[in-house]
T-cell receptor
Framework: DGGITQSPKYLFRKEGQNVTLSCEQN?????MYWYRQDPGQGLRLIYY???????QKGDIAEGYSVSREKKESFPLTVTSAQKNPTAFYLC??????????????FGEGSWLTVV | EDQVTQSPEALRLQEGESSSLNCSYT??????LFWYRQDPGKGPEFLFT???AGEEKEKERLKATLTKKESFLHITAPKPEDSATYLC????????????FGAGTQVVVTP
C-alpha cells in the first residue's frame, strides 16, 4: 500500500535534547512538508521541500531543521532552540507544488511531549 | 495578510440532522480550495478539491461548494461516523502547495 509513514508515534524529549522525527513516503511524490498542530489551532507549516537536496522554511521554522537526501525521506529535527515543542507533528507529500498534482496527503502524525 | 476562518468552531448534531460548515477566506490569487477530515490523533484525510466558483463535489453524505469568498461543506443526514474535525485550506498562486489551514470545525454526531 502506498502511503506516508511517520515514526515514532509518541516521543518524549527532555529539556536541551534534540529529537528527530522520521517521515518516509512510497508515493513517488516530489514535494514533502512538515506541519505542526496545536490544540484548537490550524496546521502551521514548518518546512517544505520541492525536490531532493532542496528545502525551504515555512511560517514557523525557528528551532527546527530538515534534510532531503532521498526523494522518499524528509526527517525533521526538533532542536533545543525550539522553546515550545510539545505538539502534534504531521508529515505530508504531494506530486508537485504547481497548478496540478498539488493535493497534499498526510501521514498519521507524531506526538512530541517535553518532559 | 491571508486569512482563513471556519465556522462554527464546534457543531453538535443529532443523527439525521443536516447542517452546513463554512470556510471563508481573504486571499489573493485563489486557485482552489481543499477540504479535509481529521479524526482525533490522526492525520487529515483528503476529501475534496474545488477549483472554480460554482463547483460542487459530493462524497457520501458530504457535499462541498465554492464561491469566490467562501466554501460550504454540507452534511446531509449525518451518522455518528461523520464525527470528526473538518479542515479547509485555500490554494493560491502565491503559495502553491503551502497551504494555510483554517482552525477547523469539530463535528459531533450523536445517535
Amino acid at each position: 500500500d502506498g502511503g506516508i509513514t511517520q515514526s515514532p508515534k509518541y516521543l518524549f524529549r527532555k529539556e536541551g535534547q534534540n529529537v528527530t522525527l522520521s517521515c518516509e513516503q512510497n508515493l513517488n511524490h516530489d514535494a514533502m512538508y512538515w506541519y505542526r498542530q496545536d490544540p484548537g489551532q490550524g496546521l502551521r507549516l514548518i518546512y517544505y521541500s520541492q525536490i531532493v537536496n532542496d528545502f525551504q522554511k515555512g511560517d514557523i521554522a525557528e528551532g527546527y531543521s530538515v534534510s532531503r537526501e532521498k526523494k522518499e525521506s524528509f526527517p525533521l529535527t526538533v532542536t533545543s532552540a525550539q522553546k515550545n515543542p510539545t505538539a502534534f507533528y504531521l508529515c505530508a507529500s504531494s506530486i508537485g507544488m504547481g497548478a496540478s498534482g498539488n493535493t497534499i496527503y498526510f501521514g498519521e502524525g507524531s506526538w512530541l511531549t517535553v518532559v | 495578510e491571508d486569512q482563513v476562518t471556519q465556522s462554527p468552531e464546534a457543531l453538535r448534531l443529532q443523527e439525521g440532522e443536516s447542517s452546513s460548515l463554512n470556510c471563508s477566506y481573504t486571499v489573493s490569487g485563489l486557485r482552489g480550495l481543499f477540504w479535509y477530515r481529521q479524526d482525533p490523533g490522526k492525520g487529515p484525510e483528503f476529501l475534496f478539491t474545488l477549483y472554480s466558483a460554482g463547483e460542487e463535489k459530493e462524497k457520501e453524505r458530504l457535499k462541498a461548494t465554492l464561491t469566490k469568498k467562501e466554501s460550504f461543506l454540507h452534511i446531509t443526514a449525518p451518522k455518528p461516523e461523520d464525527s470528526a474535525t473538518y479542515l479547509c485550506a485555500p490554494l493560491t498562486t502565491d503559495s502553491w502547495g503551502k497551504l494555510q489551514f483554517g482552525a477547523g470545525t469539530q463535528v459531533v454526531v450523536t445517535p
